[in-house]
């Protein structure tokens, strides 16, 4: 890679990492930032958001015990249905009862229960006689101010909260008095998105994971919209991460009931076993986040484009001096010598190019020394080559003499005797040896016209399978020629070796030294008549 791309790769890289490095920091630190902030938002909304339904509830549970405590309706409840004023209290009764529900545009119906769970007083949405002896309102009204949960008005369809509390006189349950309470103020409270954006709700869930009050995206959702919350056993879905904010108030960021991925907070009314949930968008909470990245990816390419401009004026100015001395070096290369490259320049490069020409004259200087001392050398060569060439034919003829020697020597046959012939074998035996031996032996039992071949090994160190399987070939061929073929001198390892090996000798006639068998021979020879 050329020093000016080297340069520029170096300096543009170096941007882009230094860019990434603060760009990926800058978004950890300010998605930290932003979701403790929203977090912290989520939280103050919805720990004010509950004060104000805990306000509500306190309200309307005050409305019913003042109502519970007239002292027309206790005369009323320990009135005897036979008295002559029992019905003039009830008159009396139903239009306290009318007059309250129409002073006040939360109560949707009131009416009153005797200790028997009878109906004996309503504004007309409930009927007079039923009885309400087996309902919570009756059974759990009849100790304490009871608040039952979320339901829709049977005439109204409108959402309410049942209200009950008992009756007391003179220390004893005589009635129980139940107010219906219409959740106009509630769905104002959970309804207001000041401070959540565009994408932000607060709704409550009841005990059965259910919503009960209006969705700020979604029409019909009230008793319909399930809401996992993980309060009753269940878990949001998609759950992706969990923290504490500031307040000690867990957030969560998973998907809402309609899909999306939210940042959401809540907290639980206890009383009435209902969860209030705040919650916004993950995207919008997130949007400065995103927004200042694309600023800082914005900025990095420029500071990208700016660095690769620097870095081209950098390099440039930096490979320039280079760049002549490559030049230079390359004419140099080709054998111009006389070629200068010094500057004036008063650094390091400039030396480099003065101490190049020094390089150079010296080249010059010693290539004519070196052609001058290969001329001579040539002379030399040429004398040396011809000594040589002399050396080597005297060497071949010498090599051939001594070959035919060898060849002599490795199949030595003599006669010991009229038709006998001796074949001592001295030293290793390998192929060209065998071959040798053969040709020599078969010639000269043909010459001689010999009955009788004795081949001893006596000097052979080592007599091995293959060694014995050549001895084979040579006594068979010898018998071919009607001769006889006798083997001495065979040592003792090497016939341990050759039982040891399983090798089949039966073909073989042995003799224990040259002595044994020349004598064998002769035995043989006086048979044929050679000493008859």
Not at 439 to 447: A, M, P
Request: aromatic fraction near 4%; proline fraction near 2%.
């Amino acid at each position: 890679m050329k020093i000016r791309t080297r340069v520029l790769v170096i300096l543009v890289i170096t941007i882009l990492i230094t860019g990434a490095v603060g760009i990926i920091a800058s978004n950890i630190v300010s998605r930290e930032i932003v979701k403790d902030q929203i977090g912290n938002q989520l939280v103050l909304t919805v720990q004010s958001r509950a004060n104000h339904i805990e306000t509500f509830l306190d309200m309307n549970r005050l409305k019913v015990e003042r109502t519970a405590s007239s002292f027309v309706i206790k005369d009323f409840l320990t009135t005897d249905v036979d008295d002559d004023c029992y019905a003039a209290q009830c008159e009396q009764v139903n239009a306290r009862l009318h007059t309250l529900a129409a002073t006040d545009d939360l109560i949707c119906a009131i009416f009153i229960l005797d200790r028997n769970g009878t109906v004996v007083a309503s504004t007309g949405e409930v009927v007079v006689g039923s009885n309400r002896s087996s309902e919570d309102m009756f059974l759990k009204g009849r100790t304490r101010t009871y608040m039952g949960d979320i339901r829709a008005c049977k005439n109204t369809g409108r959402s309410v909260i049942p209200l009950s509390t008992p009756v007391i006189e003179n220390g004893e349950m005589v009635g129980v008095t139940v107010q219906s309470i219409r959740m106009n103020d509630l769905y104002t409270i959970t309804t207001d998105t000041t401070g959540l954006g565009e994408t932000g709700e607060v709704y409550l869930v009841n005990m059965g994971g259910y919503m009960v009050t209006p969705s700020r995206f979604r029409d019909d959702t009230f008793m319909k919209q399930k809401v996992a919350t993980g309060y009753h056993g269940d878990e949001p879905e998609d759950l992706k991460d969990i923290w504490k904010g500031e307040y000690g108030h867990e957030l969560i960021t998973c998907k809402s009931y309609l899909g999306t991925d939210v940042i959401r907070t809540h907290t639980h009314v206890n009383e009435m076993g209902w969860t209030l949930i705040a919650e916004m968008g993950e995207e919008e909470a997130f949007a400065p986040v995103t927004g200042l990245t694309r600023t800082m990816l914005s900025i990095l390419a420029v500071l990208a484009l700016g660095g690769i401009s620097c870095s081209i004026i950098i390099s440039g100015t930096l490979t320039e001096p280079l760049l002549t001395l490559s030049s230079g070096a390359e004419k140099i290369e080709k054998g111009d010598l006389d070629y200068k490259v010094g500057t004036d320049a008063d650094d390091e490069i400039g030396d480099l190019s003065r101490s190049i020409d020094r390089m150079t004259g010296e080249l010059k200087r010693s290539r004519v020394e070196l052609e001058e001392y290969n001329v001579r050398l040539e002379g030399q060569i040429e004398e040396r080559t011809r000594k040589l060439t002399e050396s080597e034919e005297y060497l071949k003829e010498l090599v051939d003499k001594m070959r035919v020697s060898q060849e002599d020597l490795s199949a030595p046959v003599v006669q010991v005797g009229d038709g006998i012939l001796a074949l001592p074998l001295i030293g290793m035996i390998d192929e060209h040896r065998i071959a040798t031996i053969m040709e020599t032996l078969l010639s000269q039992i043909t010459g001689t016209q010999s009955d009788v071949v004795i081949l001893d090994v006596t000097g052979v160190h080592e007599i091995d399978t293959y060694v014995t399987g050549q001895l084979i070939r040579i006594v068979r061929a010898v018998r071919l020629l009607g001769a006889t073929c006798i083997i001495t001198g065979v040592r003792p390892e090497s016939a341990h070796t050759l039982v040891e090996l399983g090798v089949d000798t039966s073909e073989l006639v042995t003799r224990r030294t040259l002595q044994d068998g020349i004598g064998y021979a002769l035995k043989i020879a006086g048979e044929h008549g050679s000493y008859a």
